[in-house]
C-alpha cells in the first residue's frame, strides 16, 4: 500500500484528483469506480477546473457507482446519482448513458444487484475505485458483519451510519434505512483502489482499517489484500498511524 500525507482536505483532493486524472489520460475509455459522501466532492471540484482548462478529457470514460439508497428517485436531491450529476457528471463530457449506479427504485431487488454485477463484469471490471471510509470502517455500504458480503447487495443501513447520513436531510425519519452496495469481492476486484480521509475523527478508523486485523467487523480492513492500493490522507486522519 503507498500512504501519501496531505496537508489538510484540499491538499488530499488535489493529490487524489493527480491519480485519477493519471488513471484517465493513460487509459482514456477506462472504467471508473465513483464514490459519494463529503470526502471526494473535493476531489471532483478539482477534477472539473481540469476539465475546464483543457486538460481532461471524460468522453471515453465509464462509470460505475458504489452504492445508491432503496427507495429514492435519481431526482431526489439526495439520491447519489443526484449527488454525482450535481459535483460531477453534469460538469464535464462524460457520456450520461456510460454512468451507472444501482437503481433504487429498481421493483426487484434480487434482479437489481444481479445486473449490477453483469455491468461490471461486461465492463471488464473497474480500472481505479474512488473510496472513502465510514466511522464504522464501511466501504460502499458494507456494513460491519459477521462475514464479508461478495457481490451487490441491499443492505439494512446501521444506526450509526443513518446518524451520520441525517446531515444532508431536513429529519431523521426521512434518511432511507436501506441501500444498495457493490459488495466486497467487486471491490477487491478493481485494478487499483484510491482511498481519500479526511479529518480526525476519521484516525482511529484508519489506523484500524489499514493497521490492524483483516476482519469483517472493520470491512475496510479487507483493502489489505489487495495489492494496489493507495491511502491519500490528510494529516488529521493519519495522525494515529506512522509514516
Ligand atoms: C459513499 C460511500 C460511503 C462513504 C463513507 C464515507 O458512496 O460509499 O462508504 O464513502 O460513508 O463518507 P464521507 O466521505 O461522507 O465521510
Redesign the pocket.
Same mark, same amino acid.
Given at each position: 500500500m503507498k500512504i501519501y500525507k496531505a496537508k489538510d482536505y484540499n491538499d488530499m483532493s488535489r493529490k487524489a484528483a493527480n491519480i485519477v486524472s493519471a488513471q484517465i489520460i493513460m487509459k482514456p475509455n477506462c472504467v471508473l469506480g465513483? @464514490?459519494?459522501?463529503?470526502?471526494?466532492i473535493g476531489t471532483y471540484e478539482q477534477l472539473v477546473q481540469w476539465y475546464e482548462k483543457g486538460d481532461l478529457d471524460f468522453s471515453e470514460v465509464t462509470s460505475v457507482? *458504489?452504492?445508491e439508497y432503496k427507495g429514492l428517485t435519481e431526482e431526489n436531491d439526495q439520491s447519489?446519482r443526484y449527488f454525482m450529476e450535481k459535483y460531477l457528471f453534469s460538469k464535464v463530457n462524460i457520456n450520461k448513458d456510460q454512468t451507472f449506479l444501482p437503481n433504487g427504485m429498481a421493483e426487484d431487488e434480487q434482479k437489481e444487484c444481479e445486473k449490477y454485477d453483469a455491468l461490471i463484469h461486461s465492463l471488464g471490471g473497474i480500472d481505479l475505485q474512488l *473510496?472513502? /471510509?465510514?466511522?464504522n470502517g464501511? /466501504?460502499?455500504?458494507n456494513e460491519p458483519d459477521q462475514a464479508f458480503e461478495k457481490q451487490t447487495h441491499c443492505v439494512a443501513l446501521q444506526e450509526s451510519?443513518i446518524q @451520520?447520513n441525517k446531515r444532508f436531510f431536513s429529519s431523521i425519519d426521512e434518511v432511507p434505512k436501506y441501500a444498495y452496495?457493490m459488495g466486497i469481492k467487486t471491490i477487491m476486484q478493481s485494478k487499483k483502489i484510491l482511498v481519500i480521509v479526511s479529518g480526525e475523527e476519521?484516525a482511529e478508523i484508519v489506523k484500524k482499517a489499514f493497521f490492524g486485523p483483516v476482519t469483517p467487523s472493520v470491512p475496510a480492513s479487507i483493502l489489505q489484500m489487495h495489492n494496489d492500493v493507495i491511502l491519500v490522507g490528510d494529516e488529521a486522519a493519519l495522525s494515529k498511524i506512522d509514516i
Open positions: 465513483l @464514490a459519494t459522501g463529503s470526502s471526494p457507482n *458504489l452504492d447519489y *473510496l472513502g /471510509i465510514g466511522h464501511h /466501504i460502499g455500504f451510519t @451520520a452496495t476519521k
